[in-house]
């Protein structure tokens, strides 16, 4: 198999050579390093690896350089290396140069020269990036191969899950592959038994529910425990970390999740204002960081099913699942936030998940490549969905019912989108149809102000339309707003109408609901902030919560 490529780019020979020899001792047996000594030299080089198809994963460049400097080598670089992760030696007069090129250049990191002793300054670094570019990349080398048609929702559903659940696959597509019709012949399958999903092993799963793949990929599916004291309902941002705190201050504690750890933020390409990763790091580095991290300290993950019910029975709570299954718990914190509401446009729905999505993925991004894309919304998650699309779309349109663009997104992404030359925003527009029988075909656009209705050719409508929590699981003992969120803390007494419903002649816990035991963090919270970091500070905040609750009980 082809190693990837680590290309190291200094003028110094003693730098050069040092750098090489630090590379090579701790990533010689996984990676091919290759070194040059100069900018326009290893533009050359990088243009051989891409005759060569040879996927390139870290360039690491001295910034001082005469002939071009290390910032402006990296931005020519980057349309030959798109995927590379890279890095910038620079000596500390150079920091604020290093910092300016995080946002312009997409830099992933600037080094201090020395970095000796490397175990120390270098290789955490360069480990990190390495194993980021290996999750994102893995599909190259991936053993799972998934056979499906295009616009088919259940080959959809299975891509999304396997990219969220970290599983590395290979898509391949009826009537474009000609390896996917290949195995199809060849394994006798018929139109419904897709997609079909094979697996390393040789094992070929015929139109799969996702419990299924879950099981056969050896994805933790059940409840080990016959009683926990611990059971979170979610594994977006606040239950992961409500699983971490929980795993690592000894409580018996799991997670069940309906699909792929991360929830919301697993589907953002970029998470900017997460406290202390100055370049942003997608929801999916986040999301896999963080559930990796819960299992390590002891948390178990169920995946693949859906929480249908909650039932109090005295001190204990039971958590019924879609399947009948039960999982009981002394405790529970529901993490469930929130899902996008659903445009509500002739012909859109008998589309949706064949070319009508609610929110995106890096998997269809790539998919749409080359096409015409749609975006509908205007707040930050629309904004970076259109940045993220238009890498690979020819053109994004973003079809904004307001005014402006700048009263509902962040000033940084408003200036990206306004720059971007393929990226087209329509002001005072909405979507108020849509065709198509396999997949969609058109779009029927309607200026607000004129009330003028245009047709358009489109194969792929992206919306980002605000959320809604999906709370009518609960039983009625926990308390609600109008909109479906959860009643927490001094709201419980003052504002449900049924006051007598809180039982203990203690008041509710911060984060506990209007059932005692029964606590809930995050965006499906009434009043929460609808933030990464928020979400996992109430996470976590929540467990503590949960520790007083049970000492009491
Ligand atoms: C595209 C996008 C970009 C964003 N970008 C940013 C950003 O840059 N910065 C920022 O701070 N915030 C951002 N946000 C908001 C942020 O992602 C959310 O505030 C955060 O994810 C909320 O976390 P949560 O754990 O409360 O809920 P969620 O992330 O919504 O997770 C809830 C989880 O619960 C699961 N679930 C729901 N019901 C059940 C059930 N009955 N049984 C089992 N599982 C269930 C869901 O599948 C999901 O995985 C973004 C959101 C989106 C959609």
Redesign the pocket.
């Known amino acids: 198999m082809t190693r990837a490529i680590i290309l190291t780019v200094d003028d110094d020979p003693a730098v050069s050579q040092a750098i090489a020899r630090d590379l090579r001792e701790q990533y010689a047996g996984d990676y091919q390093i290759v070194r040059s000594g100069s900018g326009p030299e290893a533009m050359g080089v990088l243009e051989e690896l891409t005759r060569r198809d040879q996927p390139v994963a870290l360039i690491v460049s001295d910034h001082r350089m005469p002939e071009m400097t290390g910032i402006e080598f990296l931005e020519l670089a980057r349309p030959l290396a798109p995927d590379a992760k890279m890095v910038l030696l620079t000596a500390y007069a150079d920091t604020d140069a290093a910092i300016t090129a995080i946002n312009e250049i997409g830099l992933d990191h600037y080094l201090m020269k020395p970095w000796a002793p490397p175990e120390e300054r270098l290789y955490p670094v360069l480990d990190d990036l390495l194993a980021d570019w290996e999750l994102a990349n893995a599909a190259r080398f991936a053993g799972v191969r998934v056979v499906g048609h295009r616009w088919s929702e259940r080959s959809h559903d299975t891509r999304l899950f396997l990219a969220r659940n970290h599983v590395p696959y290979q898509w391949l597509e009826l009537e474009r592959d000609p390896e996917a019709d290949r195995l199809l012949a060849l394994l006798g399958a018929d139109g419904d038994e897709l997609p079909l999903v094979l697996l390393p092993d040789g094992t070929t799963l015929r139109g799969p529910t996702l419990l299924q793949i879950a099981d056969a990929l050896g994805l933790h599916t059940r409840a080990e425990a016959d009683l926990y004291d611990l059971v979170i309902?979610?594994?977006?941002?606040?239950?992961?970390a409500a699983a971490v705190y929980g795993a690592s201050e000894g409580l018996r504690t799991a997670v069940?999740?309906?699909?792929?750890?991360?929830?919301?933020?697993?589907?953002?390409?970029?998470?900017?204002?997460?406290l202390g990763f100055p370049k942003?790091l997608s929801?999916a580095d986040l999301s896999h960081r963080a559930a990796t991290q819960a299992r390590r300290l002891g948390a178990e993950m169920v995946l693949a099913?859906?929480?249908?019910a909650l039932e109090t029975r005295g001190c204990v709570h039971a958590l019924c699942l879609e399947d009948g299954s039960e999982i009981e718990t002394r405790a529970v914190i529901v993490?469930?936030?929130?899902?996008?509401r659903l445009l509500d446009a002739p012909g859109l729905a008998e589309v949706t998940g064949r070319g009508v999505f609610y929110?995106?993925s890096a998997s269809e991004a790539r998919s749409a490549e080359g096409d015409d894309v749609y975006i509908v919304g205007a707040a930050?998650?629309a904004g970076?969905?259109a940045l993220h699309l238009a890498r690979f779309a020819r053109k994004v349109v973003m079809l904004v019912r307001g005014t402006a663009i700048e009263t509902s997104m962040s000033q940084y992404l408003v200036a990206r989108i306004h720059e971007a030359a393929n990226i087209e925003v329509r002001l005072e527009t909405e979507v108020v149809g849509g065709t198509g029988t396999d997949h969609l075909d058109s779009l029927t656009l309607r200026h607000r102000a004129t009330g003028a209705e245009e047709v358009v050719p489109a194969s792929w409508l992206f919306v980002?339309i605000g959320?809604a929590p999906?709370t009518d699981?609960l039983p009625a003992a926990v308390a609600r707003d109008a909109n479906g969120f959860i009643v927490t803390g001094p709201d419980v007494v003052l504002l449900d109408a049924d006051r007598a419903r809180w039982p203990l002649r203690r008041p509710p816990g911060l984060l506990e609901t209007s059932v005692p035991g029964v606590f809930t963090?995050?965006?499906?919270r009434r009043g929460?902030?609808?933030?990464?970091?928020?979400?996992v500070g109430?996470?976590a905040s929540a467990v503590h919560l949960v520790h007083l609750h049970l000492e009491s009980s």
């Open positions: 309902v979610g594994a977006g941002p606040a239950g992961l069940v999740e309906r699909a792929a750890p991360g929830g919301q933020a697993g589907q953002s390409s970029r998470i900017e204002n997460y942003g929801g099913h859906d929480v249908v993490a469930t936030g929130v899902s996008y929110g995106a930050n998650s970076q969905a980002f959320a999906r699981w963090a995050g965006d499906v929460s902030m609808k933030r990464v970091a928020s979400a109430e996470g």
